[in-house]
């Protein structure tokens, strides 16, 4: 073995060793191998012609290391980071590209004196005798300076310690430099943009610079780098010349010189000049540790000035800042403990953390035109900006603007993540706050924008959701308050259940936002596989803050939201005001939808628990103790749980079966209905709210026509209430819970009238069943019969005989009429039941009626209080007064509220003085009453003379309805139930009473009025509109007392024009042309034809006109849910007098999109579009008021739709008269100044694109009919769009052939198409052309002849001051017009002189030119012309 060499063994040791080695031949340990060198290319590139090593050279080799590198699978391509950034190209100049890219100083600085170094000293080395400079050692260092912050090298703390030893040889005398640091201004320097710290330049009143500018030292311009002798002189120069500059600009001139300067200077260098700035200032402050911070000696004098400005902004906002800042700089002299060196780690005084001990400024006073950051109190009150609070107050902290107290926005989001607890409960309760009183308004004039929408845009809904996850008990409190305040509205829930006894009341709206938003932005998003996706997969795969955008119910409940809340009242069990915020969360969740009710009821345990915990059977009568402090609602009933039910309920009557059968709520409602509220182990309110929602639970269930068996059971209990009804009264005044117990009392006889309705739908299911089975299913009766509900009748208008006399008292009268309202509404269900029983005898009934009638109706109509109750309908109205059910000013589309925040007026329809509620019960008990017995009409023909409704109807119909939101919608359907009975009761008051004909057209209007405003789930009111009003003869008296002849009468002395309106002919011979009278008489004649076309058209709408029927006859075994379809508009659109016309149109279109071509028109299409044509023309007529809110323009685009439906249709004779009158109706001329075709039209994406279609059809299929014709030039005025008539005169010039519509057929006057002059260079030319070439002539379509050349001639001596390119192409086509060889076009286009449609040729003509035409036209064309100005008629 050989061994290794040692300590003090020589070369030739070595040596010796090298050659034992390799005698031995032994393998090396390591073995060195040359790698090839990847800088010069590829391997082995020059390495192959080396010659190979020698065994003499020595060789380390390793072993098991391999020769290559591994190669990388795949291999990474090698991309230089600099080559795709630095393209050149061959013929790029360098110089061009440096100058390009430049933003040097040079860039702003022009002048600049190279720096001299011919004086400057240079250092040799200093020659020693050893081979390197002598290093020195740490030891040696002496002069070394102390490290303010942070560890330095040792080469660095000598630079340090020479720069130090260089400043204090030349520093200048302590005087000098006393003087010259008073200065707290740099002239030169740049401030920061918007800064208001720094100035720009110290100025006194007069906007001069002061006077200790001129004697400080310039910063910047040193004069370094000149010889020693010029250096300073430079320097000085330089600043004097700066300083002169500066006195002789004012302070404007200043700030806009800096704004130049700071946009042109690169950032880097401007930040760079700034801290040059900040060092001097430093090292002026170390040099004298007492002196203040700049700046602060003049904050006792005048206050400044400062402009703010931002960098790059298009505009200058100007601000006023007065301050009176008292902070100071923190020094060693003003720590209250001095470090000593003997601490550890204190021998370095970090000032800069030490800064929020200062005192804080005072707050500063801004008026600015820019807003500033809101900030808010504990209690979410909006804190002044300029307000000076105590920092007791706990508002202060150490954020930006430290000076000002209150919370922003941003930061309490920040809080709400804190990790202590406190901050977490805090920040809560503070957005719960601030969100509640944005609700209440009282940030609408001190804020800019909404604050609902600014949190839920920064994602204040999930950080909700993410608090309820903490497992805090105080956390999760804050979160369901804050998430309360958010979602729920006591106030919506507190006229919701003041409503639910009213008629129909139980039905509501679902509080689903409107998605036609978001279906439009899906539509442009979604590619065409995702279209074919289903609804609900497309939620489902859409992010939960989409979803939220907009709905926020449907965002949190894919967020398992539902669960959370079960396990906070399951497992964490709060106290009760959590407990019962969360049932009203959850309350609010069941009024969404139908699919929210599910989830509800789908999710695990939740109703579960809500049942065993909050409506038990028995609890402890500790919780009825006034005194007793409720820790925990577990176990105790709840009102508010009762009322989580009845809504869930409402959703459809599969999750009623749901909740009575699987969770038992059957027992507990006769635990809770059996006994009496004073009874009740609760408090007295609580036990009258409990007993309240059980009543309505129970009337949403018979609205479903289940549960009746309870009423068997409990009718001993329900006697008993109605008995003691009347005391109500006299507990008036007294009992303080009055209010509560009429609550009552209204759903009890809620409750009764649906058992009611069930009952009488008893005898009918019972006929079917015995009839054996056939197509519909079997529905077993209910348990109820109408035997075992009449005797009801004798308590309840017992009870309203006494209600009613007391209508002359105001305050009792106004407590007393809700119940008295649900008395009259099952007086009126039950007449209307009665009738339809067949064990009844109809004399004892018809007895009853009579009876009421005299002893009760017509009393009560007698009364001057009812005058005062009618008179109130206008002003309650919200038709009359759409600002009523404007949406509330913070109110957010992804969050329905029904805007009742704060109350509703008392004079409004919901308000506590509202006549509706009760008109609307008694108007509805007269039709039935009237209904039965058609002999008691005539003694209700008083309802209708009534002044106060009168007038009501006279300005509610013409007004345009609030626009459809959730509020309007839910208190419009109540208004619209009072007309409809208003109408149904003149509907048959028409035929029986002579005088009734001074209303019929009152009604007739509001009848229309109505039918195009009904909302869904109210089509059996539409339909019963339709069916026996609208196209009611009766109602139109016009048609029997000579409106046709005074139609014919008008037409004859032009009334309403002033010219008469002429109707075009038609192509195909055979038939005449009818008067407008004779069209209106035979439309009238056809009413009952039309009103079948009309009805025909609603085919779509059978099975939602199934639904309301169901509801509105009272059939509750077909019910299927409460909840109304969700609003997107009215059923019927607006202009549904031109649907059978539109409907045919679509189809047409519709199948030659699919490729169909329709050579056969169905075979009752003619008296289809005739029908409609006539109804059209009725109301054009007779009832133009009502067609009032469609535009023109959709009307005409409706009216073209014929001559686009069906090939030749236009040419049938009914079809062509009946369009030709209504032409001449829309050529009139207030008609036509109506018409704009640029405005979007409803239902129409686009005018331009029908006119197409229109010019089409014409060319193909119009045989040159004028009445055709006449259509294609009515959009062809001046003043609608030049894209029209381009198409015509480019695209479409074939048409002018046949636009043969002679000039005294047409009803348009000429002087809309001449005035004012064309200035479309490329129509003039277009027009011209066409003249020239022929393609236009007099012949074949003199209206655009006419219209051409006087467009032309206006163009072409034309003189007025141009472009050059109009002014060559007037006098190119005077040229050629002097060159023609038509001389009847030539004479035309120089001598036209006005349009004239008596005319043969259409167009007037100078007899001679003008003389200063015939001047022009000699400068022009340099020729005499050859007559002599004399004109004959061309022809």
Known sequence: MLSRPKPGESEADLLRFQNEFLAARASPAVKVVKKADKRRGAAGSGD???????????????????????????????????????????????????????????????????????????????????????????????????????????????????????????????????????????????????????????????????????????????????????SEREALAIHEENLQKLHSMTQEEILQEQRRLLVQLDPSLVAFLKSQRGVDEGQERREKPGHPEPGTESQHGAKETVKDFSVGGSGMEESVWPEKDTRMEITEVDLPIKPQKEWIHMNNVEFEKLEWIKDLPYPRQRRTKKGMQARFSLKGELIPPDADLPTH???????????????????????????????????????????????????????????????????????????????????????????????????????????????????????????????????????????????????????????????????????????????????????????????????????????????????????????????????????????????????????????????????????????????????????????????????????????????????????????????????????????????????????????????????VVTLLTHVTQTAGCTAELQARLSSGPGDG???????????????????????????????????????????????????????????????????????????LTSEVLLPLLSQPAMHRMWDLLRPCSALCNPLSCSPASESVPSIVSLSCTGGKPQMSLVGSKSPFPFLTALLFLINNVTHIHKGLVSKYTSVLDFKGLKDYLLQSWPTRPPSITPSSAWILRHEYHLQYFVLALAQKMAGICPDYTQHASLHHCVAMALLSRLLPGSEHLAHELLLGLAFNPEFIPEGKTGGPEAADFSDILHLGTSTKLAQPGSVAAGFPKPRRGVLLGESYQHLPFIRACYLSQFVHLEPALARSQVAYQGRTYLVQSLLLPEVKGPILPSDWPFLPLISLYNKVTSAETRGAILNTLPPDLVNTVTRNLQWVLLLETWRSRVLQNIPAAAKLARLMCVFLTGGDLFLEGPVHCYTAALLALYCQPKVLDSLELDAPLPGLASFHDLYISVLEQFEGVSFGDPLFGAFVLLPLQRRFSIQLRLAVFGEHVSTLRALGVPLKQFPVPLERYTLPPEDNLNLLRLYFQTLVTGALRHTWCPVLYAVAVAHVNSFIFSQDSTTQEADTARKSMLRKTWLLVDEVLKKHLLYYKVPNPESLMGVDLYEQLPPIRLKYLQMVTKKEPKENMQMSDPE
């Open 48 to 230: 192959e012609e080396r010659p190979p090593l020698q065994d003499s050279r020595d060789v380390v080799i390793l072993d098991d290391f391999p020769d290559v590198l591994p190669a990388l699978t795949p291999a990474p391509p090698k991309k230089s980071k600099f080559k795709n950034a630095c393209v050149r190209f061959d013929d790029e100049d360098p110089e061009e590209r440096l100058e390009c890219h430049d933003r040097h100083i040079t860039a702003v600085f022009s002048k600049i004196i190279e720096r001299d170094t011919s004086m400057a000293a240079v250092t040799m080395p200093v020659p020693t005798g050893d081979p390197f400079p002598r290093a020195f050692h740490r030891s040696e260092i002496k002069n070394e300076v102390k490290v303010e912050s942070g560890r330095k090298s040792i080469f660095a703390q000598k630079i340090a310690a020479k720069r130090a030893a260089e400043e204090a040889v030349t520093a200048p005398p302590a005087v000098e430099t006393r003087h010259t640091h008073r200065i707290s201004a740099v002239p030169g320097a740049i401030c920061s943009p918007g800064s208001a710290e720094e100035e720009p330049l110290h100025s006194t009143k007069d906007g001069k610079p002061d006077d200790d500018v001129s004697t400080q030292r310039p910063r910047i311009i040193t004069g370094e780098g000149l010889g020693s002798l010029e």
């Open 393 to 747: 107050l706990g508002l202060h902290h150490h954020g930006e603007e430290a000076e000002r107290a209150g919370y922003s926005l941003q930061e309490l989001f920040h809080l709400c993540r804190s990790q202590l607890i406190q901050q977490r409960t805090l920040a809560l309760q503070v957005l719960g706050h601030v969100v509640q009183k944005a609700k209440a308004g009282e940030f609408a004039s001190s804020l800019k924008g909404s604050v609902l929408r600014l949190l839920l845009d920064a994602g204040f809904l999930f950080l909700l959701r993410f608090s309820l996850d903490d497992t805090v008990d105080n956390v999760i409190a804050a979160s369901v308050r804050a998430l309360h305040i958010l979602l729920v509205s006591p106030e919506d829930e507190e006229y919701l259940d003041q409503t639910f006894s009213w008629y129909q009341g139980m039905a509501v709206f679902p509080f689903t936002p409107n998605s036609e938003e978001e279906e439009e932005e899906e539509e442009e998003e979604l590619t065409l596989m995702e279209k074919t996706q289903g609804k609900k997969s497309k939620v489902e795969n859409k992010p939960d803050p989409d979803v939220a955008r907009y709905d926020v119910i449907k965002g949190l409940l894919k967020t398992q939201f539902l669960h959370r809340l079960r396990y906070i009242l399951e497992v964490v069990r709060p106290v009760p005001a959590v407990v019962l915020d969360i049932l009203d969360i959850l309350t609010r969740v069941a009024r969404h939808s139908s699919e929210a009710c599910s989830q509800l009821l789908a999710c695990p345990r939740l109703i579960e628990t809500i049942v065993r915990e909050f409506l038990p059977i028995q609890w402890d009568p500790r919780a009825a103790e006034p005194g007793h402090l409720l820790t925990s609602l577990h176990g105790i009933a709840c009102a508010t749980a009762m009322k989580l039910i009845r809504v869930l309920a409402s959703g459809g009557r599969n999750a009623t079966a749901r909740l009575l059968n699987k969770f038992e709520l059957k027992s507990r409602l006769s635990r809770f209905i059996a006994e009496d509220p004073q009874d009740l182990p609760l408090r007295r309110e609580e036990a009258i709210r409990l007993s309240t929602e059980a009543f309505r639970l129970w009337a949403v269930a018979a609205g479903y026509g289940q549960s009746c068996d309870l009423y068997r059971d409990l009718y001993p209990v329900l006697v008993k209430i109605l008995q003691s009804l009347p005391h109500l009264l006299s507990d008036c005044q007294e009992n303080p819970t009055f209010p509560l117990s009429i609550q009552r009392a209204t759903a």
């Open 777 to 851: 299913e079997q529905i077993p009766p209910p348990p109820v019969t109408w035997n075992q509900v009449s005797g009801l009748r004798p308590f309840l208008e017992t009870n309203l005989r006494r209600s009613v006399q007391e209508i002359s008292r105001l305050e009792t009268w106004q407590a007393l009429q809700p119940l008295t309202t649900t008395y009259i509404i099952y007086l009126g269900v039950y007449y209307s039941i009665c009738s339809q029983q067949p064990s009844l005898n109809p004399v004892d009934y018809l007895e009853e009626v009579e009876r």
